[in-house]
């Protein structure tokens, strides 16, 4: 679920739309004259953003402590490759009917920084339905809940890194980070590596919303290249006729090309 509609102090959700576009303008600014002045580029989001009113309280504020990988797997969900059914890919087809909306496919690679392809990759998808809505008690905003349409979904990646997704395309949503504050449309990843201590969080978008510059989550990463390698691109051979439109989107785990993760901050 979500964590946008978190709770936050009432004055912080009177901001305008256009308060938060001029902060998110002036510290893009700040940063670019940082870059002019042979400053390093920022491939990551800021932790603390303050057009994104919560994000103080969305990552540790204290030293972190290494734990032991093997104890923790003793209390942690285990999984086989046998557990992980293909038709899990499907999210259109969970429940009895089908779902209301846009029929897309997304597929790509889960790379190293080399561009080598990362196989056997757990990746677990979440999203909000073709109106918005989440399937969870948080989320109450006034869209209906589609009886046909969780909007959680989970595949290995194969050989060559690949995973694909059929899903429903997800709707913008509005969220109290300040008034009348909309997210863009989104897709939650979640990769998990070797074991369960080893997980990164990242999202997808979809290109051209509108969205985009009023957003201080995705805006968040100052960069502007750094931005543009979260949004997926439409891809023709991934359509099928009369059924889907296809979306392609490949996931870098490290190197200078990396895909933005989460590493250490609450989902959202």
């Known amino acids: 679920m979500s964590q946008d509609n978190a709770a936050l102090d009432p004055a912080a959700t009177a901001d305008s739309q256009a308060t938060i576009s001029s902060e998110i303008q002036a510290a893009h600014a700040s940063y670019a004259d940082a870059v002019a002045a042979g400053g390093a580029r920022e491939t990551q989001p800021r932790v603390d953003f303050a057009p994104y009113r919560s994000s103080l309280l969305r990552h540790p504020t204290k030293s972190l402590h290494h734990a032991d990988p093997e104890t923790i797997e003793l209390f942690s969900p285990a999984f086989g490759e046998r557990d992980v059914h293909p038709l899990e890919a499907d999210l259109t087809i969970q429940h009895h009917g089908e779902p209301i909306g846009e029929r897309i496919v997304v597929a790509g690679r889960v790379l190293d920084g080399d561009g080598r392809p990362v196989a056997g990759q757990l990746v677990e998808v979440w999203q909000a339905n073709a109106a918005g809505r989440y399937v969870h008690k948080r989320d109450q905003h006034p869209a209906p809940i589609d009886p046909n349409f969780t909007g959680v979904g989970r595949a290995l990646t194969g050989p060559n890194g690949e995973y694909r997704f059929t899903t429903i ?61 979260l949004v997926a691109s439409y891809d023709h051979e991934l359509t099928s006729h009369e059924w889907s439109t296809g979306y392609r989107w490949d996931i870098v785990l490290t190197g200078s090309n990396r895909t933005w993760m989460e590493n250490e901050e609450e989902d959202h």
């Open 169 to 229: 395309k997800p709707a913008p949503y509005p969220w109290k980070n300040h008034h009348n504050a909309w997210r863009p449309a989104h897709i939650h990843f979640s990769l998990f590596g070797t074991d369960f201590t080893q997980r990164m969080i990242t999202q997808m978008y979809f290109p051209g919303d509108p969205l985009f510059a009023l957003d201080p989550i995705y805006q968040s990463i100052t960069d502007l290249k750094a931005r543009e390698r």
